[in-house]
């Protein structure tokens, strides 16, 4: 069976080689092109952004002269986050959205990510179709001599359209005397988000807001928060929030330098939103790699408040959640790795609007943002990744079977364990959470052993 070209998050591959070579972007450029035309006959114009790593301008002229060859104007936002270029799409008008980028993956990766019209990731049978529509540029041929240079004009106004969308959500609230420590992981916030909070007042210390392309990621940004957390300590800051290459994650860090991950924002975010009556059905959407903490959270929110409260798990990816989300209509969701969804504003894990809503709350509980995350208390939770050569079936390998199911007897309902193949990369992740780190911890690496 064809592996599929998509994955959880888009096209993700080394840059340079097969479908993200230049050759292999133009073809897909002119699959998508095609598809959109066959969609829709009046399809004309597409937006594309992206991160700051070395291949994306490659990239960008590449997929620009594909889907030109259709007969669909481009337009560039230049350099912007994921989420803005999922807002731009709907808000513009444009035909579809295209984001250049790897999300948190190292500087030699890249990818492609697709918006729909209303901002919206493309559906796996959008995904489908244009995969077809590949195929058939592949089998037909695709003249990919390298076109003109700039193939799709920039339009400055793109980003600074953005930027206001994030201050009126702002409320007009002003962030002044509030010491604030922005990690933009030298991707794509590094010049709209000391922007943005300069704009709302706070005293900013900024770090790795480098655009060189060859730094995306690289021991700064959400993955390594330590950074961050180092520059709260020594700047005596009241907050740290930490973006992802492409900007559509955030994890934070107290004044006492503790690190909230996207489980801790989404407990707060929740409970305020239950306290508020905007938590549509009292309802917050998950991913099975989340701590059972929020189920906790949301039980003691909803008995504070005489209503019902609870947590709903989808599989891993904020495409699940966001699937979730608008099928049941509900509002707010996200995934422990610090995509948080606020579907009344935003159609995609968002970090600069998730970093807005943070500090209205801190600002209307006027507390410290340490007092706000006390009383969240996690379970130990361990995850290993193992490098694999093949996504083989669970099924097909009965002693890894064998080892999950007997963890999961002996955790019972003090406990999980969740296996699953990554999305983007060649690794296996295995997650047990139970009340014992060091039993965790073993059984983690038994089951682990197995691949």
Request: hydrophobic residues 40%; charged residues 25%.
């Amino acid at each position: 069976m064809t592996e599929r070209l998509f994955g959880t998050d888009g096209v993700r591959a080394k840059a340079g080689e097969g479908v993200l070579s230049f050759a292999g972007a133009t073809g897909l450029g002119n699959a998508i092109g095609i598809w959109l035309k066959n969609r829709n006959p009046k399809a004309s114009r597409v937006i594309i952004g992206m991160d700051t790593r070395k291949s994306g301008p490659m990239l960008k002229e590449a997929l620009s002269f594909g889907i030109g060859k259709s007969g669909v104007h481009v337009v560039s936002a230049g350099i912007l986050p994921t989420p803005a270029v999922a807002y731009l799409t709907r808000k513009e008008k444009f035909d579809l959205g295209i984001a250049i980028s790897a999300s948190h993956n190292p500087w030699e990766y890249n990818g492609v990510k697709c918006f729909d019209g209303d901002g919206f990731k493309l559906s796996d049978t959008a995904e489908d179709e244009i995969e077809v529509a590949l195929r058939k540029v592949s089998a037909n041929g695709c003249n990919c001599s390298a076109p003109p240079k700039r193939c799709a004009p920039k339009e400055v106004h793109l980003c600074k359209d953005y930027l206001s969308y994030l201050i009126d959500i702002a409320g007009g609230r002003r962030l002044r005397g509030i010491k604030l420590v922005v990690d933009c992981a030298n991707g794509a916030t590094f010049h709209i988000a000391p922007k943005l909070f300069k704009a709302l007042g706070a005293s900013l210390f900024v770090i790795n807001a480098s655009a060189n392309g060859a730094d995306i990621n690289d021991r700064c940004g959400s993955l390594y928060p330590q950074r961050m957390r180092e520059a709260v300590i020594s700047n005596k800051a009241d907050l740290g929030v930490a973006f992802d290459g492409d900007g559509d994650r955030i994890i934070a860090c107290d004044e006492r330098a503790n690190v909230l991950d996207g489980d801790y924002l989404m407990a707060a975010f929740a409970r305020d939103m239950i306290k508020n009556n905007t938590l549509a059905k009292n309802t917050l959407v998950a991913t099975q790699m989340s701590n059972v903490m929020l189920e906790q959270a949301m039980e003691d929110a909803a008995a504070r408040d005489v209503k019902d409260g609870r947590v709903i798990r989808v599989g891993v990816g904020d495409k699940f959640v966001l699937q979730r989300l608008r099928r049941d209509n509900l509002n707010f969701g996200g995934e422990q790795a610090g995509h948080i969804i606020f579907l009344d504003h935003s159609t995609t894990g968002d970090g600069l609007l998730s970093a807005i809503m943070l500090l209205g709350l801190i600002a209307r509980e006027d507390k410290p943002a340490s007092e706000i995350f006390s009383p969240f208390k996690k379970f130990p939770q361990v995850l290993v990744n193992v490098r694999i050569k093949e996504r083989k079936p669970f099924e097909d390998m009965p002693a890894l079977s064998r080892s999950i199911q007997k963890c999961k007897a002996t955790l019972g309902r003090s406990g999980r364990v969740f296996v699953r193949y990554s999305g983007t990369e060649p690794l296996a992740r295995v997650m047990v959470e139970g009340p014992d780190e060091a039993v965790i911890k073993e059984m983690a690496e038994s089951i682990a052993s197995h691949f």
